[in-house]
Nanobody
Framework: QVQLVESGGGLVQAGDSLRLSCTAS????????MGWFRQAPGKERAFVAS????????DYADSVKGRFTISRDNAKNTVYLRMNSLKPEDTAVYYC????????????WGQGTQVTVSS
């Protein structure tokens, strides 16, 4: 199992930007699809974005399209989530996750990083 550690969360104002990072242990990072999810207070964890092993394919939740960008650097074992034009409704704990090839679901999770957007 890959170990994941997120960083970069914080308290910002509406309209600000943040970049989250998630660094993976091990030498097989490039064999995993990576994703970002978030969980707001009182809500279930929800998909935010994903990126393929090579980085040539990405997917986004409708609520973040055009504002968030997922990217990865396989040489650094790191996946990023650039968040622009942040809104109060983006407030949540953000988790990164890994999915091995041929697996249907994301199966390895980080501990999460808090993002709070004030109005």
């Amino acid at each position: 199992q890959v170990q994941l550690v997120e960083s970069g969360g914080g308290l910002v104002q509406a309209g600000d930007s943040l970049r989250l990072s998630c660094t993976a242990s091990g030498r097989t990072f490039s064999t995993y699809d990576m994703g970002w999810f978030r969980q707001a207070p009182g809500k279930e964890r929800a998909f935010v974005a994903s990126i393929s092993r090579s980085g040539d394919s990405t997917d986004y939740a409708d609520s973040v399209k055009g504002r968030f960008t997922i990217s990865r650097d396989n040489a650094k074992n790191t996946v990023y989530l650039r968040m622009n034009s942040l809104k109060p409704e983006d407030t949540a704990v953000y988790y990164c996750a890994a999915r091995a090839r041929y697996q249907p679901d994301f199966h390895s999770w980080g501990q999460g990083t808090q993002v709070t957007v004030s109005s």
